[in-house]
């Protein structure tokens, strides 16, 4: 039910019960000084392109889809959805925009802009990293509990959040489109910042793909690596394919360490949610 109302939009939103959000008002014209941003607006990067396009297109043919807004105090209003085509209008001058209001509280305001966003391929993967934390810090919802709310499965929920986990500077990469979410991903296998940087530098200057990418990690880590010891380099390998097996099937970083008397396994995990997914991973 979840993945078919991420499927309809906003007007899933709108029309659902999802959300309990209420229609109070049709659509209003709304004086553009009475709207206040969205403080739990999970976009920070707009594209300047595609917004000169916006306004072009607002300019020609005005603006097709209303803004989402909620009551505040004092007859005014906050953003909940439509920040880019508020930005247009304001470009262009103009002293009022057409909008529907909803009654929604802090949660909702933040459930519907985090899922209007995900529809329209807005967010970049920290932004949604970000916003996904904002729920379940402020909030207090489980992975669980979003995934259900925006249509995707705790396991890619698990993901894009331990994209925070990485240094603010890679985090900047991927929010500009310098590098993308599978590069980033590929750099968390990593095991300090230093060389999660120094790689990150290498994909920048080589234009690496994900791919490329990859083979340069597992090779770094093949060739810095002190965990496996043993008499034959070919049994080192098969440890490391082992090892890189399980990252893969467990969707985390995975440690194996070789012994005299045999070894044993590490498993990293990253929240309660996390663990929960692993184990269950594991249990299958």
Do not use: C, W
Request: aromatic share 4%; net charge positive.
């Amino acid at each position: 039910m979840a993945k078919q109302a991420l499927g309809r939009g906003l007007s899933a939103l709108i029309q659902g019960s999802n959300t309990k959000v209420e229609e109070k008002t049709g659509i209003l014209e709304i004086p553009i000084n009475k709207i206040k941003q969205n403080k739990y607006q999970p976009r920070r990067n707009f594209d300047t392109d595609k917004l000169k396009e916006l306004i072009n297109s607002i300019k020609e043919k005005g603006v097709i889809q209303p803004v989402l807004v909620r009551h505040t105090n004092n007859d005014f209003y906050e953003l909940i959805a439509g920040e880019r085509r508020l930005r247009a209008v304001q470009a262009l001058g103009l002293k009022a925009i057409p909008a529907i209001i909803k009654d929604a509280n802090d949660e909702e305001s933040l459930e519907i802009a985090l899922i209007e966003n995900i529809n329209r391929a807005d967010l970049n993967a920290i932004e949604e990293a970000q916003a996904y934390k904002q729920l379940i810090e402020e909030f207090k919802l489980t992975q669980e509990e979003i995934s259900k709310k925006v249509g995707k499965d705790r396991a890619t929920i698990a993901n894009i959040l331990r994209l925070l986990k990485l240094p603010a500077e890679i985090q900047q990469y991927v929010s500009r489109g310098t590098i993308d979410m599978g590069h980033a991903r590929a750099l968390l296998s990593l095991d300090t910042e230093k060389e999660q940087k120094a790689v990150a530098f290498k994909i920048i200057n080589r234009n690496l793909n994900v791919r490329q990418t990859e083979q340069l990690v597992s090779s770094r880590k093949t060739t810095t690596s002190h965990k496996i010891h043993s008499k034959k380099s070919t049994t080192a390998i098969e440890y490391k394919a082992l090892e890189e097996e399980l990252q893969r099937l467990l969707g985390t970083k995975v440690r194996l360490y070789n012994t005299n008397k045999g070894g044993h396994i590490e498993i990293s995990y990253y929240s309660d949610e996390d663990l929960e997914r692993i184990v269950e991973l594991i249990k299958h």
